[in-house]
């Protein structure tokens, strides 16, 4: 089993920054790839950014040069740096591992406005 808790969500201005933490606890051995996925109101769930293994990260389009993503086996932390950001981020961002199973955070709030 594998337990995941966000942080770092809260309200930034746009053109801010933003830095999103996801601590896992359990068996993180067996996870293969680390995720960010955001909801934002009326819509439904999209993946914002990746790592499978030990690939390079792959983002979607609309964060792609904004949003950095980082997995720290040690520390066990999964990590989304987010710059310039924009109201059109807004959103919650819940963490995910996948092994053997998949699994999911409780999510963190995101909103961008002046």
């Known amino acids: 089993q594998v337990q995941l808790v966000e942080s770092g969500g809260g309200l930034v201005q746009p053109g801010g920054s933003l830095r999103l933490s996801c601590a896992a606890s359990?068996?993180?051995?067996?996870?293969?790839?680390v995720a960010w996925y955001r909801q934002a109101p009326g819509k439904e769930r999209e993946l914002v950014a990746r790592i499978i293994g030990r690939s390079i990260p792959n983002y979607a389009e609309s964060v792609k040069g904004r949003f950095t993503i980082s997995r720290d086996n040690g520390k066990k932390m999964v990590s989304l740096q987010m710059s310039s950001v924009k109201p059109e981020d807004t959103a919650v961002y819940y963490c995910y591992a996948q092994g053997k199973s998949i699994y999911w955070g409780q999510g963190t709030h995101v909103t961008v406005s002046s």
């Open positions: 359990g068996s993180i051995e067996s996870i293969i790839i």
